[in-house]
């Protein structure tokens, strides 16, 4: 005997003033009976410090006491028998009412290092003392409110960088200080979650031969602990854009994919925060990095020059006329059939 839950949606993505609906599917050898049925959906921010983050004495604190934003009990049947075979049972829950008042603001689903921000939805068929109840959770992923959204589209800026043997603020190795090399290029600082991270580069000048050109993608999650902010950045995902020494004065396209459930929008809450910020990392061909090859690609080393720069994750909608859609609500990103004709392209701030 098995019991599974199947939501309404393929990719499980809702809004809190969404219902969320789907079917209990029981697939049973034979009849039972059972108490009640009930379905129990759960949303918390979990927050942990990990050892070495904070000190000794904060890292005592291990595992923080969860914020809890969303906890929801419903009854679906009460008691009564299920048959053999498959049997399909229909449920709607409404996340956000009006006429209730919210434990705390719904952020939207993010799985980090030290912040993990997760919904979760567990049915229980209870079938008495004697009977082990049947059980199954599943994780549904919630986006920002629709109130939430943007109004207005953002003005379209680029940040412009520049990385030399001046910039670096590490040790460098000698051939790098005496030769001198500088990249320069344009990135966005502010981008919304359903668009790629846009920009180019180009090598000006290097005496040095280039190994590699990568991207990386950072978050930085900050955790308040009594009086104190834990903060550690973590890497997300690298994009390499160039492998071997380029030519000079080449512009090399910035094209990134964001991760749906490895970002969020960039959040500033009062216990806790996430912030992203994108690395540009130039490795110059060097012995010493051939012997050290796998070494922590966070960590600064002779061999590298990059830069950072921040980065602000939004949600943001943007609906053409001609698509026939008059509420963003009614779609989900995922489902789009052509998501470059719906959604906004992604847009930049200078900061």
């Known amino acids: 005997m098995s019991i599974e839950i199947k939501l309404s949606r393929f990719n499980r993505t809702y809004r809190p003033d969404e ?3 789907g079917k209990i599917i029981t697939k049973l050898n034979s009849a039972i009976s059972h108490q009640f049925i009930r379905l129990t959906v ?6 942990q410090v990990r050892g070495g983050t904070a000190g000794v004495i904060e890292s005592l604190y291990g595992v923080i006491k969860p914020i809890p934003i969303v906890k929801k009990v ?25 006429k209730e008042e919210n434990l705390e603001k719904f952020y939207e689903t993010f799985h980090g290092g030290n912040v993990s921000i997760q919904y979760l939805m567990t049915v229980d068929v209870v079938r008495g003392y004697l009977h082990k109840p049947l059980s199954t959770t599943m994780e549904f992923i919630v986006e920002s409110e629709k109130d939430n959204l943007p109004q207005k589209p953002i003005s379209p800026e680029m940040v412009f960088f520049y990385i030399t043997q001046d910039t670096q603020r590490h040790t460098l190795l000698t051939e790098l200080k005496s030769g001198g090399f500088r990249v320069t290029g344009k990135v966005c600082t502010q ?50 854009i160039a492998d071997g020494d380029v030519c000079r004065g080449m512009t090399l396209p910035i094209y990134i994919i964001l991760p749906r459930l490895l970002t969020c929008p960039t959040i500033f809450a009062g216990p806790f925060s996430v912030e992203f910020k994108v690395s540009i990392v130039i490795t110059f061909s060097s012995d010493l990095s051939k012997k050290h090859s796998k070494a922590d690609p966070n960590a600064t080393k ?10 602000e994750l939004v949600y943001e909608f943007k609906i053409f006329k001609d698509a026939g859609l008059s509420d963003p609500s009614s779609i ?10 719906i959604f906004r392209t ?5 900061h």
Do not use: Y
């Open 19 to 21: 219902p969320l609906e």
């Open 42 to 47: 759960n949303g918390a921010v979990n927050l």
């Open 74 to 98: 419903v009854d679906i049947r009460s008691s009564g028998k299920i048959g053999s075979g498959t049997t399909e049972i229909p449920f709607s829950v409404v996340l956000k009412d009006s």
């Open 191 to 240: 981008c919304s979650l359903l668009d790629p991270i846009g920009g180019e580069l180009t090598v000006e000048a290097s005496a040095v031969p280039i190994q590699s050109i990568d991207i990386h993608l950072i978050r930085v999650e900050s955790i308040l602990i009594g009086e104190k902010i834990a903060t550690e950045s973590s890497l997300i995902q690298t994009t390499q």
């Open 302 to 311: 002779p061999w590298m020059a990059m830069e950072s720069v921040p980065l």
């Open 332 to 341: 989900s990103h995922r489902e789009a059939p052509n998501r470059s004709e």
């Open 346 to 350: 992604c847009t930049c701030v200078k």
